[in-house]
Structures are given as C-alpha cells and as structure tokens.
C-alpha cells in the first residue's frame, strides 16, 4: 500500500518557541510530515535553522516570497505577536493553512480581520491555545457541559506567575506594549480562552483594571529582581470582569509576581460548585503534586474529589496532546480533498477541542477591552471591538 503524502509545513518565527515546540518535530525524516522552508528577520536564527534542518530560509518576517516558491501546506506562526495578523492572512489569501501561536493578532480589529479573510479563503487557521489540551483543563470542560454543577453562573479564576516567570516579560520584546499589547493579551489570552471554553459561552461586556505593582525602571546592578528596563510600559497586575451572553460573569486576575505559579478556580452553577487548583511550580520553588484534584461541591448531595494525573512534557503534557491532534489532519479538516469523510465528532464537536479562528479573536477581543475600560473606566462592549465580525452558523454565540 502506498504511503499517503506529507504534509508540507513552512515555518515563520525561529524564536525560542519554534525551537522548544515546533521545529524537534522535523529533527527525523517522518512519512506524515515535512519542513519545507523557515522565515525570520534574524540572519544568525536563520543560519542556525539551515544548518541543523537543511531546507531553505528567507530573511524577512513577510512570508509571501516563501509561500510563493515552495507552495507549503500549512504554514506555523511562532514570529513576534505583533506580527501574526498580517502573516496569517498572507497564508490564507495564498489557500494556505494556517497553526499560530497565541495571540492570534494584537488587536480586536486584527483578530476580526483575519476571521473574514478566513472566511473568504479556502483554508483554515488554528490557534495554539494548548492549554485547552491539558487533561486537568478537558476534565473541568467534560464536568460543566455534563451539567455536574447546573447552568453555570460565577467563575473566578486568578493566575499569578513566579517572579523569574513574571519579571522575564519585562526583560524581552513582550515589555513593550506595542509588540505584545500588555499582559492582558500576551498571556491573559489564554485564560480568558479557558473560561469561553470552559463556559461554552462569548463573552459580552468587560470591565478591567490595570497597574504597575511589582516591577519598577531601573539599571539592573543584579541585586534587585524587581527593577526592569525603563521602556517597560506594560502593566504586571490584570484585574476583570467578564459579562457573558447567557448571564455568566467572570471574575479574573493575573499577579506577575507570587511566591507560587498556576491558578485557583471556583467556578459556581445553579446545582453546585467546582474548585480546581493548577500548580506549575508550588510555593517555595518545590515541585508540585503528581495529581491534580477538582472538588465537585453539589447543592443537595455530598462532595466528591476527582483526581487527574499531571503529565509530563512542556506545559505539563499539553504541547504534546495540542500538536498530535493538529498535526495529525484536524487542521486540515477544513477542507476534504477527494470526497473524504468529516471526523468524527467526538466529545467536544467536529473540530475537538481545537481553537478556532473566530475563538482567537475573542480572547485578544477580551484583553483589549480589559485595556480600554482601564484606561478610560467603564465597561467595554465585545462587539464594539470586532467589527463586520461574522460568526460561521454554527459557532454562533458559543465557543466550540
């Protein structure tokens, strides 16, 4: 039997996540999968990629010239934030698919862009928000849409980073608000992916605050981890509220400087109440529990405590999960040459738990709004924010 063709990837971003994540699935010849060609403005990145992988790069971050001559298949966005948007729709005004690192675009504006290019194009764009794929996070997902807990109605979610984790965003690129848009977007885009994910439900109405509490300009003498470069403009503390379209509200926060790093999460319904703990690295440096615990608290019955098993791997095993499924053909599942079959649909729909273009807009859509109301006060509306966005039919009002 004849094999099946590869899949031709091309790469742009030869930064530290393309290195860590993307780049080891081509160290060996593979059936499935091929590196065809990597981009990146930084001649010594580019000379490394070209020596190690040996296929051609292209010294620039505009990925046309290398979408042109090699005619990949899908094309993988690792490249600064501030550069996705436009690469992607370059991708997919070539009918060419689409896996990007988070945040999918560094505005609201951006990120509804790229949905109606998408929608013109005969190709797809996945986000990589893989902290869908951590098997903690699908078990709290399975446990809400089995109704253990009712409708929901209150979430509270609160993050904080490590202060080696925390303060290193103020010492590269993502210090600048222009390159990263804050906190809020470059990171916080992944939590506020979880709750509409977790919810099934688009946010509708955000009330942020912002500030500047841990971090402070000044020279680095080596003696101080709270001094940062004084072009540092973003914030290292993210309060929100987030008002759903079904009535939900969610309370958020983001600490970039705590003596532990992971979150807490209460998440309220009209039957109940789920408590989660996530640790990455646990107070003091320690190494944190083999085991994740959710507490199921129901309104007439007694508790239970469901344990879930911490994977190994980058980002506790989520990497691993998030790159077999898109990978190995969901995100071409798009388009089916050949009069091929749909997937299966599987608990989580046709798509799995893969986020899709119209959900990575609405996480850089929140982080915006949590930047507005900060800076002027008051409430912002999504909607304002993603403007001519057109929901595909069935995605519309929830997350999939």
């Known amino acids: 039997m004849a094999e099946p063709p590869s899949t031709r990837y091309a790469l742009v971003g030869a930064g530290t996540r393309a290195w860590k994540t993307y780049l080891p699935l081509f160290a060996h010849p593979s059936p499935g999968r091929s590196l065809v060609g990597v981009a990146d403005s930084d001649p010594r990145r580019l000379a490394e990629v070209a020596e190690r992988w040996s296929v051609p790069v292209y010294p620039t971050g505009d990925v046309r010239p290398m979408l042109d001559d090699l005619r990949p298949e899908v094309l993988i966005v690792t490249s600064p934030d501030c550069a996705h948007a436009g690469q992607i729709a370059a991708a997919l005004d070539a009918g060419v698919h689409v896996l990007t690192e988070k945040p999918m675009a560094l505005t609201a504006r951006s990120a509804a862009s790229v949905v109606a290019a998408e929608q013109r194009s005969r190709a797809t764009v996945r986000v990589a928000h893989n902290m869908r794929y951590l098997n903690l996070h699908r078990t709290i997902r399975d446990l809400l849409a089995e109704g253990r807990i009712g409708t929901p109605t209150r979430a509270h979610l609160s993050y904080r980073l490590r202060p080696d984790h925390g303060r290193s965003y103020f010492l ?36 942020g605050w912002t500030g500047r509490l841990h971090y402070h ?34 309370h958020y926060s983001l600490s ?99 986020a899709t273009a119209v959900d990575g807009a609405y996480a850089v859509a929140v982080g915006e709004a949590v930047t507005r109301s900060a800076a002027h006060g008051g409430p912002v509306a999504i909607d304002g924010l993603l403007p001519g966005l057109v929901l595909p039919e069935a995605t519309a009002g929830r997350s999939v």
């Open 217 to 250: 300009p000044g020279p680095d003498r080596g003696d101080d981890e709270r001094r940062v470069p004084a072009d540092a403009d973003i914030a290292d503390t993210v309060s929100a509220v987030i008002r759903y379209r079904g009535g939900a509200i969610a």
């Open 172 to 207: 590269r690129w993502h210090r600048r608000a222009a390159a990263s848009g804050g906190l809020q977007i470059t990171k916080s885009c992944h939590h506020f992916d979880l709750l509409n994910w977790w919810l099934a439900d688009r946010p509708q109405e955000v009330t």
């Open 256 to 354: 970039a400087r705590s003596p532990w790093e992971g979150y807490t999460l209460t998440v309220q319904g009209t039957d109940g109440e789920l408590a989660a703990r996530y640790e990455v690295v646990a107070a003091g440096g320690a190494r944190p529990a083999d085991r994740y615990t959710v507490r199921l608290s129901p309104v007439d019955g007694p508790p239970r405590r469901i344990t879930v098993p911490r994977e190994s791997g980058t980002h506790s095993g989520a990497d691993a999960r998030m790159l077999a499924a898109l990978l190995d053909g969901a995100l071409l599942d798009g388009e089916l040459p050949d009069g091929g079959a749909p997937p299966s649909p599987g608990p989580y729909g046709a798509r799995g738990p893969a």
